[in-house]
């Protein structure tokens, strides 16, 4: 049996597929606007390449009477009343067929697993499939709300570096330790390789044991150079 999804996930899935895909720097899924409330919105920028940088907006439809309202919709027939420099349907697999889509539109399906595929991408031909005129107004409100949550956006920016700092310098701090801890672990075999005889670990500590007392008794004739010293240490 196929996975059914709900309108949620498969919103949350769009969200997604803007962030990771399109490498919008700001996404949202369920965003409240003026006339239009966009499934899932987001701005890409390319820091130079106007005709590739915008907002896409994301329509996501559990069933084919939800598709075909749509089409009914003010905005809909007035693409300067909606957002989105490009528009995307987001179904399951087959649900919405590629020669049903208005113009200029892109489709995605997903399958079982969750996944996007791209069936239909005007991204790709953004001069022809681009919508130039569009509500913008809407846009800003959309953003302005989504800022207004975060109260001090400047603030949480300077967490978020903050954080990033402090991942970067667990991650040195983990690297280091994983060297260190791969060291010992050398060692610990190399002595283990070296006291193959030893059988058990009270044998391992009766052997370490000796060891101590040999070199402290060493130590002892340096200091001493004393014979009965010496002959203690050769019978050890």
């Known amino acids: 049996m196929s996975k059914i999804f709900t309108h949620q996930e498969l919103c949350e899935i769009a969200e997604l597929w803007l962030k990771k895909d399109m490498k919008c720097?700001?996404?949202?899924?369920?965003?409240?606007?003026?006339?239009?409330?966009?499934?899932?919105?987001?701005?890409?920028?390319?820091?130079?390449?106007?005709?590739?940088e915008g907002s896409f907006i994301v329509e996501c439809k559990t069933s084919r009477s939800d598709f075909k309202r749509d089409a009914s919709k003010p905005f809909r027939m007035n693409p300067e009343d909606s957002c989105g420099n490009w528009k995307y349907?987001?179904?399951?697999?087959?649900?919405?067929?590629?020669?049903?889509?208005?113009?200029?539109?892109?489709?995605?399906?997903?399958?079982?697993?969750?996944?996007?595929?791209?069936?239909?991408?005007?991204?790709?031909?953004?001069?022809?499939?681009?919508?130039?005129?569009?509500?913008?107004?809407?846009?800003?409100?959309?953003?302005?709300?989504?800022?207004?949550?975060?109260?001090?956006?400047?603030?949480?920016?300077y967490y978020i570096r903050?954080?990033?700092?402090?991942?970067?310098?667990?991650?040195?701090?983990h690297d280091k330790l994983k060297s260190e801890h791969k060291i010992i672990k050398e060692i610990f075999n190399l002595f283990y390789t070296l006291?193959?005889?030893?059988?058990?670990a009270n044998e391992l500590c009766t052997e370490i044991t000796r060891l101590r007392n040999l070199e402290f008794l060493l130590n002892q004739y340096k200091q001493s150079k004393n014979e009965n010293d010496l002959k203690k240490l050769l019978k050890f």
């Open 89 to 157: 349907y987001l179904c399951p697999e087959n649900l919405i067929r590629p020669d049903e889509l208005p113009d200029k539109w892109g489709l995605i399906y997903v399958n079982e697993k969750g996944k996007c595929k791209l069936i239909i991408h005007p991204y790709k031909k953004s001069k022809q499939n681009r919508f130039n005129e569009i509500n913008e107004t809407c846009e800003r409100f959309i953003l302005t709300r989504w800022l207004n949550k975060t109260e001090n956006p400047e603030k949480h920016i």
């Open 25 to 52: 720097c700001i996404a949202l899924n369920n965003a409240s606007g003026l006339k239009e409330n966009p499934d899932a919105i987001g701005w890409r920028f390319t820091y130079g390449n106007l005709n590739k």
């Open 162 to 173: 903050e954080t990033n700092n402090k991942f970067n310098r667990l991650s040195k701090s």
């Open 195 to 200: 006291n193959e005889e030893t059988k058990s």
